[in-house]
């Protein structure tokens, strides 16, 4: 019968048991090396991009309305064609060529009379008749102007409505894109000055997405999620924003 020697038994043991403990740590940190080199590839960083102009309209629409009432219809009517000459005049007169205004139908308009009660009755009380005019002009200093003096028409006895200009700016499609190389460029500068202080490189593009165009009075801090077209000044702000992401390389 072969007998073994039980120190040599327990040596071997013990040096198996060392072997492998050495494999699994060696494992363990081969392992985790590789799943930081993964994780480290897959590290991206995401950056909104900021551009910003300032524009000045270069379209302006006005809308004026007035009303001319009488008991008779034909004397209103008559009233609103001697109103809208007059009218004419003043506005050819503030340097607005006839071709360039637009006049609307007549609206006519019945009042009845109420009775003791309140309630309207049959009798017509009188004839409410009304007119509007409409100024298109690239000349958006001259609408401003109409707008702010066509009031004084009153004065001649004219049932006189102005309502606010709008203002127009018919570049806004190729200035869109120059605004999204802008803030794209903008992006990517913020993207690399973040990597650099982190150690790393911006590497390639990985997503990007528009934001919505705001266009604003001029110091307006004012934003609305589905974006914003200021109509009531001449002079403008155009603000786009850009949201990209960028691998990060170490």
Same mark, same amino acid.
């Given at each position: 019968?072969?007998?073994?020697?039980?120190?040599?038994?327990?040596?071997?043991?013990?040096?198996?048991?060392?072997? &492998?403990?050495?494999?699994?740590?060696?494992?363990?940190? @081969?392992?985790?090396?590789?799943?930081?080199?993964?994780?480290?590839?897959?590290?991206? =960083?995401? =950056?909104?991009?900021?551009?910003?102009?300032?524009?000045?309209?270069?379209? !302006?629409?006005?809308? +004026?309305?007035?009303?001319?009432?009488?008991?008779?219809?034909?004397? !209103?009517?008559?009233?609103?064609?001697?109103?809208?000459?007059?009218?004419?005049?003043?506005?050819?007169?503030? +340097?607005?060529?006839?071709?360039?205004?637009?006049?609307?139908? @007549?609206?006519?308009?019945?009042?009845?009379?109420?009775?003791?009660?309140?309630?309207?009755?049959?009798?017509?009380?009188?004839?409410?008749?009304?007119?509007? =005019?409409?100024?298109?002009?690239?000349?958006?200093?001259?609408?401003?102007?109409?707008?702010?003096?066509?009031?004084?028409?009153?004065?001649?006895? @004219?049932?006189?409505?102005?309502?606010?200009?709008?203002?127009?700016?018919?570049?806004?499609?190729?200035?869109?894109?120059?605004? &999204?190389?802008?803030?794209?460029?903008?992006?990517?500068?913020?993207?690399?000055?973040?990597?650099?202080?982190?150690?790393?490189? =911006?590497?390639?593009?990985?997503?990007?997405?528009?934001?919505?165009?705001?266009?604003?009075?001029?110091?307006?801090?004012?934003?609305?999620?589905?974006?914003?077209?200021?109509?009531?000044?001449?002079?403008?702000?155009?603000?786009?924003?850009?949201?990209?992401?960028?691998?990060?390389?170490?």
């Amino acid at each position: 019968m072969i007998k073994r020697n039980t120190s040599d038994l327990t040596g071997g043991l013990f040096f198996l048991g060392l072997f &492998l403990a050495f494999a699994i740590i060696l494992s363990t940190f @081969i392992m985790s090396r590789t799943v930081e080199r993964i994780k480290m590839s897959h590290q991206t =960083v995401r =950056v909104k991009g900021y551009a910003e102009k300032t524009i000045r309209s270069d379209m !302006a629409v006005w809308n +004026g309305s007035f009303v001319s009432r009488s008991t008779n219809l034909e004397s !209103a009517y008559i009233k609103l064609q001697a109103d809208l000459e007059k009218i004419r005049s003043y506005l050819a007169e503030l +340097g607005v060529e006839g071709n360039r205004i637009d006049i609307s139908s @007549i609206n006519t308009m019945v009042r009845y009379k109420r009775n003791d009660q309140g309630i309207f009755t049959n009798v017509i009380e009188r004839y409410d008749l009304e007119q509007r =005019v409409e100024i298109r002009s690239s000349d958006v200093d001259l609408i401003s102007r109409i707008s702010r003096k066509s009031t004084s028409l009153i004065q001649d006895g @004219i049932e006189f409505i102005s309502f606010p200009p709008q203002y127009y700016f018919t570049g806004i499609d190729e200035m869109k894109i120059e605004l &999204l190389g802008d803030a794209t460029r903008d992006a990517f500068a913020r993207a690399k000055q973040l990597a650099e202080n982190s150690g790393s490189r =911006v590497g390639e593009l990985a997503s990007a997405s528009q934001g919505v165009f705001q266009i604003t009075p001029l110091f307006s801090t004012e934003v609305q999620d589905y974006g914003m077209y200021d109509t009531s000044t001449i002079d403008k702000s155009i603000k786009a924003v850009v949201t990209v992401e960028y691998s990060i390389i170490r």
